[in-house]
C-alpha cells in the first residue's frame, strides 16, 4: 500500500518542520523528492540526509518568475515528469485587522495563495498530458475556523481550499486529483516559544490533548499521493487531533 | 497538403487518440473527434507551442475544427 516508486514529487517549504517530514515520508515510500525553500544550505543538508532520490531546488515564492519556474526546475534536476505537487510552503503575518498594514495582507496572499495557483498552473500542464497526478495543497485548520488575528493567513488558507475544490473539478477527467491537508496545532519551533499558559489554553481545545506532529501530517500527504487515494479529490484531510470536526 | 495542416493533424491525432482517417480539414474536434472542452484547451496549448504563436481565448472559440486551426495559424504566420 501507498507505494510511490518510481514517482517524482515536488515538496515546497521542505526546509520547515512539516515540509520537510513530508518530504522525508514520500522519499520513505519511494518517490524521488524535489525539495525546494528560500535556504539552499538546509535544502542540500536535507538532500544529504535523503541520499539518492533526492534533489532540491531553490525558489523565493515571493517572486513569481520564480515559482513560475519551478515546477520545470524541478523536473529538470530530477530528471523525469512531476507526478507528485506537495504545495507547503507559507508564511504568517499575524495582527488583528484594524492595524493590519497592506503590505501584510498582500504578502501572505502572494506566498500562500498566489504562488499556489502558478505552482498548479505550472504542474497541471504534464499531469494533464499523461493522465495523472496529485495536487496537495497544506492549508490550515483556521482556513475553515478562522483565528483572531490570521485574517491574512485564514484568508489565504481558505481561498487555497476553494481553488483545489475548483481544480480538482476541471481536471477530474483527467486522473488527477487536487486535495487540501489542514494541520491543526503541530509542534514546530513556533510552537516552542508558547508560555505554558498559552500551551495549556491551546491543549484545552484539542481532544487527543497534545500538539500533532510532522510526520502525521506527513502521512496524510503519502495517502494522498497514492494511487489508493485515487477516488479521493477535492477534499480536505483535517489532521488536527479533534480540536475542529468539520 | 499544407506542411501547417500536417502538423495540426500531428497534432490532433496524438492528442484526440484520434483515427488519422476521421482528422480531415472538415473535421470539428467535438462532434467528429470525440474532444471535451478540456481537450479543446489542451489542442490550443499545443498548437501555440509547436507554431509559437498566441491563440487569445476569443479566437480560440472560433476554432472549432481542423480546418479552422489551419487557417487561423496560417494567418498568424502571415503564410
Redesign the interface.
Known amino acids: 500500500m501507498f507505494n510511490l516508486s518510481g514517482k517524482t514529487a515536488l515538496v515546497t517549504g521542505a526546509t520547515g518542520g512539516i515540509g520537510g517530514a513530508v518530504a522525508r515520508a514520500l522519499h520513505a515510500q519511494g518517490a524521488h523528492v524535489v525539495l525546494s525553500g528560500t535556504r539552499e544550505a538546509v535544502l542540500a543538508e536535507l538532500q544529504a540526509e535523503l541520499g539518492d532520490r533526492a534533489s532540491y531546488a531553490v525558489a523565493n515564492l515571493s517572486d513569481p518568475d520564480s515559482v513560475d519556474g519551478l515546477v520545470a526546475a524541478a523536473e529538470a534536476v530530477a530528471g523525469n515528469p512531476l507526478d507528485i505537487l506537495v504545495a507547503n510552503a507559507g508564511i504568517t503575518k499575524d495582527g488583528l485587522l484594524m492595524r493590519m498594514k497592506d503590505e501584510d495582507f498582500q504578502s501572505v496572499i502572494q506566498i500562500n495563495l498566489e504562488s499556489y495557483f502558478r505552482l498548479t498552473r505550472a504542474a497541471v500542464k504534464g499531469m494533464m498530458k499523461r493522465r495523472s497526478g496529485r495536487i496537495i495543497g497544506v492549508t490550515s485548520v483556521v482556513g475553515v475556523t478562522g483565528n483572531p488575528g490570521q485574517t491574512n493567513y485564514s484568508a489565504s488558507k481558505a481561498g487555497m481550499i476553494g481553488f483545489s475544490k475548483s481544480l480538482a473539478q476541471e481536471v477530474g477527467s483527467r486522473g488527477i486529483t487536487v486535495n487540501c491537508i489542514a494541520p491543526g496545532f503541530i509542534a514546530s519551533p513556533m510552537t516552542d516559544v508558547l508560555n505554558e499558559q498559552q500551551r495549556d489554553a491551546i491543549l484545552g481545545r484539542i481532544p487527543a490533548g497534545r500538539l500533532g506532529s510532522g510526520d502525521e501530517i506527513a502521512a496524510a500527504a503519502v495517502y494522498l499521493s497514492s494511487n489508493e487515494a485515487a477516488y479521493v479529490t477535492g477534499q480536505t484531510l483535517h489532521v488536527n487531533g479533534g480540536m475542529a470536526m468539520i | 497538403m499544407s506542411d501547417t495542416l500536417e502538423r495540426v493533424r500531428k497534432i490532433v491525432i496524438e492528442q484526440l487518440d484520434a483515427d488519422p482517417d476521421k482528422v480531415t480539414e472538415k473535421a470539428s474536434f467535438i462532434d467528429d473527434l470525440g474532444a471535451?472542452s478540456?481537450d479543446t484547451v489542451?489542442l490550443v496549448?499545443a498548437f501555440e507551442e509547436e507554431f509559437d504563436v498566441e491563440i487569445p481565448d476569443d479566437a480560440a472559440e472560433h476554432i472549432q475544427t481542423v480546418g479552422d486551426a489551419v487557417k487561423f495559424i496560417d494567418e498568424k504566420l502571415g503564410a
Open positions: 471535451d478540456l489542451e496549448m
